[in-house]
């Protein structure tokens, strides 16, 4: 128990950390999101399953028939997310692997409760960037991120995909580290508490086992270390360096599971540097820009290296506003009005790290780019929503703006939404706006076959015979 002075000499952060603070701001705020949420993505509870990964991790998984404590200890020596396939083991002791139901309540739950942390997170940070702020303002532009970030569209494949389980749970468990990490940051001296610290490594380690990619996060503690607390960058490595060694162990545990002979077309470290600017043009249009999202872009390594040579003018401005864009996150760090842009763009490009392709992983065979990467990235879209908001001259109507646009990105939720109501909603989705992919009408053709389609089945894979075909005559010329 706090003593009145102890208290009194704690940092803000820990005063007003995640749960604290003012009670009935968290509780309208959690209920605000809840209805929102439900009303929102309410349909998916709904929609069936899907192929592709859904059936190896869940309908069709033997570590699931029965769930054992023999199967689960497979589960924790063999997987490297084996927190999110316990999850899915729980479910499925409860509710068995043929109803999709339970399953879909608990990705819309996790969104409801990653967007209700999304509002602490911001509130803490916004507390720190302006430490004399009126508390009240900097608490209804953190509400603002936390609506925007429940309603934009760019989450609607974390939500309606059962296999996207592994994205909300991993940034469930980051954001309840972050808590704890700000919590570990006193007025006082240059020290930690040890009880938070160890909390902070606990949910981090929870956050990799979901998903390997949450192996960032020691970066970004270090980063906020140096940008919000202006620590040391040595003091904060000693502290964070055996989650540092635990982020190198997933990353190599990782490659040897997917090895880049597995990944088929892997291009050398100066082309791959260049992809990576040209994914991260693609994640800043998909973040500021709300509209045509679909589940295979076909953006393969090769296929963006064939654009370059088809169109380069495009291409290459692309990589020249993404390079502008880190130059302004790199540059910023120098300017201290600029800090709170700083962080925004810092959470959205160290975020996306670990899907730029600098370092090859597994989905790149179909596509390097997918809207569920943009789960954790996004949180700087909404920290970036809420200076705005501060920042605004007029804030009432910054208000109404900010408060249009939560409708606006709820309306399109809605509408992505309905196309993932079946395998062959949201893959003939997909090939409507992406008519060249070819994994996208080989998958659709196996659904529809799958749905007693026999004749729509046999068009889409002669539809896809003739793409082969014409890339083959196009390889061929090119030649």
């Known amino acids: 128990m706090w003593s009145r002075a102890g208290r009194n000499s704690v940092h803000p952060l820990i005063r007003r950390g995640l749960p604290r603070g ?71 002791s409860l509710f068995g692997t043929a109803n999709p139901v339970p399953y879909r309540v608990a990705n819309l739950g996790l969104h409801i409760l990653n967007s209700y942390l999304v509002f602490n997170w911001i509130r803490t940070v916004l507390e720190q960037l302006h430490k004399t702020g009126e508390q009240k303002k900097l608490t209804l532009a953190a509400f603002l991120a936390g609506f925007i970030f429940l309603a934009h569209p760019v989450h609607v494949e974390n939500v ?53 990619a949450a192996a960032i996060l020691p970066l970004l503690y270090i980063w906020l270390d ?8 040595q003091k904060s490595m000693l502290e964070y360096s055996i989650a540092a060694i635990a982020s190198a162990f997933a990353v190599h545990a990782y490659l040897r599971v997917v090895p880049m002979s597995n990944l088929g077309f892997v291009p ?5 540097a260049l992809l990576s600017l040209d994914a991260l043009g693609f994640y800043l249009a998909k973040l500021l820009l709300p509209f045509e999202y679909y589940f295979d872009y076909g953006r393969t390594p090769l296929e963006v290296i064939r654009q370059f040579a088809l169109n380069p003018a495009a291409q290459a401005l692309t990589v020249i506003a993404s390079s502008l864009v880190v130059a302004g996150f790199v540059l910023s760090y120098f300017r201290k009005n600029l800090q709170g842009v700083h962080v925004a763009l810092g959470v959205i490009i160290l975020g996306l790290l670990p899907y730029l392709g ?8 179909l596509s390097s780019v997918a809207d569920r990467y943009l789960y954790f990235p996004s949180l700087g879209l909404s920290l970036a929503a809420s200076l705005a908001y501060l920042h605004a001259s007029r804030p009432r109507a910054a208000l109404v703006i900010a408060g249009t646009f939560g409708i606006f990105l709820s309306i399109q939720t809605v509408l992505q939404t309905s196309t993932w109501k079946s395998s062959i909603s949201v893959l003939s989705h997909s090939v409507a706006r992406n008519p060249s992919s070819p994994h996208s009408r080989k998958a659709l053709a196996h659904a529809l076959f799958a749905r007693g389609l026999v004749e729509e089945a046999m068009n889409e894979m002669k539809v896809l015979e003739l793409l082969k075909a014409e890339r083959l005559n196009e390889s061929s010329n090119s030649e």
Do not use: C
Request: glycine share 6%; hydrophobic share 55%; no cysteine.
């Open 358 to 365: 600098l370092i090859p992983f597994a989905f790149q065979n």
């Open 226 to 233: 140096r940008v919000l607390f202006a620590r040391q960058v």
């Open 160 to 212: 309606a995909w059962i296999s996207s389980t592994k994205d909300l749970l991993s940034f469930f468990f980051g954001m309840i580290s972050f808590h704890f990490y700000f919590r570990s940051r006193k007025v006082i001296g240059d020290t930690f508490e040890l009880k938070n610290v160890f909390w902070t490594y606990v949910f981090f380690l929870a956050a990799v086992l979901s998903k390997p």
């Open 268 to 272: 050398d470290l100066g082309w791959r």
């Open 22 to 92: 003012r009670p009935s701001w968290n509780v309208f705020v959690l209920i605000f999101l809840s209805v929102i949420g439900a009303l929102v993505y309410g349909q998916s509870l709904g929609f069936g399953f899907f192929i592709f990964d859904d059936a190896v991790h869940i309908t069709l998984n033997p570590r699931f028939r029965p769930v054992s404590p023999g199967n689960l200890w497979w589960i924790w020596t063999h997987s490297l997310m084996s927190v999110t396939y316990t999850f899915w083991a729980f479910l499925a």
